[in-house]
């Protein structure tokens, strides 16, 4: 009974800290898909180690039991690490906002290898493809063993690979940080289960999975400090941080700017159609910033500095890149108004200013160098 305590109180204890993040995530009133699959993900692999912690009494222990009940205790955790891998396939998906996840049609086609594993495994004690278990009790892997490895390494590695296209999109108003953390993920649960389908007895995976879920987890709490909840780009906290650490480095080659953009008559829209119809605004000027900075070549930072107000910080070669790029914004918005035939016309002024190195001043003070000029623009307009 020694290594059954062992092994079940390592798996006891992982609960109760996925236990926590699920009582924390489950605060959250306004949840998104992807938020919502993660909490399916946490309850996933909560069920699997307690599964784990049945086993290990099982497997360490002298109670008698019928070969029927034996042979679930085997079969149940196999088919949850399959389904906890597909979940977190679901969930990468999810946080970049691809149509699979919403698709009942593409979710059951991408579930076809849980399916074919799920039934090896319910099938395996007549068929004894998958494993079996001899008249003594003891545990054997069968000639079709390596696919309970295969399958979740496929949704792991299908996620990684989903995440590192998302992480290499140029422009910095992706959650970069969480979708780091989702490439390399796969990492520790991939060495973790092979290590665990050699090392049966030892109790290494439910540490991995609990430690990559946390770590997740807290990424995607830093993701909600540093992301405007609206549009998804930078905030003006993270936007800030930023430009400071530019402003004391600086790279040879590049000259650093800051364009400031500002929704003209933003508020009569919110009086005339209704701040919701405000919102959709501010989002439409932010996709259009987001495309405009797409370029390949330039480093863009982009940031919603508040209200109706972006930022962008240019590291150009030359002061006309930082210039094109302000007159691309202008005219992606106005592109806009024809693409979305709204009752009213989106557009915006911007501001443009250069920080010299040789004379240093602070963050704020080059932000308001900005509006200065955003003011002398909007001013030669009206006359």
Known sequence: MGCASYYAEANIVCILMLLVILHQLNKDIDRQLSQIIFINE?????????????WAYVRFSNIEISATLEYITYAIPFIMISLCSFIWYIYVQAV?????ARNPKQLIITAIPLIIVSLLVITSSQTNLVFSIDSVGKFHYEKLYYILMIVPFIYLLGSSIVAYKRLCKKGKYNNYQLNKALTYFPIT??????????LLDTPIICYVITGSLIFVYVRTLQGLITIDPLTQINNRSHMMKYLSRKMRTHEVGLQLFVILIDIDNCKLINEQFGRSEGDKAIVRVADSIKEACSNQR??????RYGGDEFVVIAEVEYKAEANWLADKIKSNVRLGNEKHNSQYTISVTTGLAGYDYS??????????????SLQKTKSANVI
Request: proline share 6%.
């Open 298 to 303: 330039s480093r863009f930072f982009v940031a």
């Open 359 to 372: 004379e240093p001043i602070t963050a704020p003070a080059l932000i308001a160098r900005a509006h200065s």
């Open 42 to 54: 946490i309850i996933a692999a909560i069920f699997y180690f307690a599964s784990d912690v049945l």
């Open 96 to 100: 970049a906002k691809n149509e699979i």
């Open 189 to 198: 649960p991939i060495i973790g289960g092979s290590l665990q389908m050699v």
